[in-house]
């Protein structure tokens, strides 16, 4: 990750200083938005193009749609591990001192099938706050182990606008555009030389990426309104199932379920039943086995996903640097700041290497 890859191109000389050239980023979701915020930060100036702007309600348009928990995952590489801890310390930052961002510091109780794998998320004890291993008295009997700890969540219906607001107060510019093309961007900017390709799934359709790696995977969850929404629950195993609270929309997201391919937009009841169900019996002192439907709404997100896990990396095209950050599936908030902060030390390789030179 982050080691530039030499390749040919004819691009123009330009006379602007590297530091002075907007930074291009396609693609607004919270991987594009966080990272623009962090170049921001870091006195870079930054041009979004994109289909889909924060505030917008599109399906396709995964963050507005995201449970966005932060859970420490399992089965993940030490390397993407620590992505996930730098997010973690941007939302605590965000939690404490910025209410307006939508980040919740809350409990979180997660219980395991099976005991741990070698590679579990309990390296989570090495990041979260209050973390401890659970009685077996403090757990149902079918499960395993369990632990408890503090957690982040973020409510997309605040971040999102946030992230908005904050990237233009910052100076950032927003260009609601789709385009076909990376080259596209090229000739839309020719000033510029840093490209970050953070299209989510486009990347599938992008005439000069076309990476079959990825793919859209249909998610639905199902929202309840309740005060008791200051608790994560988190199962781990067959029957994966979450309960993430809300506090600032008042309410707990219940899911969840991934349909490879799927682009419906219409709920399928079957579905929602069936998560009701599965909410229910993970935590029953918060959701009852049959809540009232006027307490009750959906939601369905296309989540951009990739076979092999996500595309962290940078090339070097003649003059042009280009950096992708694309395919998080479900995991676009956890990794969100860990990513960006990744992407901003590219940038930042890429502005040495121009004026060392």
Not at 217 to 246: K, L
């Amino acid at each position: 990750m982050g080691e530039l890859q030499q390749h040919p191109a004819d691009t123009p000389s330009v006379g602007v200083p590297f530091a002075q050239r907007p930074i291009i980023i396609l693609g607004a979701g919270i991987i594009g938005c966080a990272t623009a915020k962090q170049l921001l930060l870091n006195g870079f100036p930054v041009i979004l193009v994109a289909e889909f702007l924060p505030g917008d309600q599109d399906i396709r348009y995964a963050s507005a749609w995201a449970g966005a928990a932060w859970h420490p995952a399992g089965g993940i590489s030490p390397e993407w591990r620590y992505l996930q801890a730098i997010t973690h310390r941007h939302l605590l930052r965000m939690a404490h001192e910025e209410p307006e961002s939508g980040v919740c510091i809350v409990d979180a109780l997660e219980y395991l099938e099976q005991p741990p794998s070698a590679n579990s998320s309990v390296w989570g004890k090495a990041v979260a706050s209050k973390w401890r291993d659970l009685l077996p008295s403090e757990y149902p009997p079918n499960f395993s182990c369990g632990w408890s700890y503090e957690t982040l969540v973020t409510d997309p219906t605040h971040h999102m606008p946030y992230l908005g607001k904050k990237i233009t107060a910052l100076g950032g510019q927003f260009i609601q555009k789709r385009v076909d093309s990376l080259d596209q961007l090229y000739h839309l900017f020719p000033e510029s030389s840093v490209f970050i390709n953070a299209s989510g799934h486009g990347s599938k359709t992008l005439i000069d990426v076309q990476d079959d790696q990825c793919f859209p995977e249909r998610g639905q969850n199902v929202f309840y309104r309740t005060d008791n929404c200051r608790t994560m629950y988190f199962r781990n195993g067959r029957e994966y199932t979450y309960v993430i609270p809300r506090p600032m929309s008042g309410g707990v997201v219940l899911g969840g379920v991934k349909q490879a391919d799927d682009l419906s937009p219409d709920p399928d009841m079957a579905i929602a039943q069936d998560e009701i169900a599965r909410a229910h019996r993970l935590a029953p002192e918060v959701v009852p086995e049959s809540p009232a439907d006027d307490a009750l709404s959906y939601i369905v997100g296309i989540r951009p996903s990739r076979k092999g896990g996500f595309r962290l990396d940078a090339e070097k095209l003649g003059s042009r640097v280009v950096l992708s950050a694309y395919g998080f599936g479900g995991g676009g908030y956890a990794f969100s700041y860990g990513v960006a902060d990744a992407l901003v030390k590219m940038v930042e390789e890429a502005e040495r290497e121009n004026v060392i030179l």
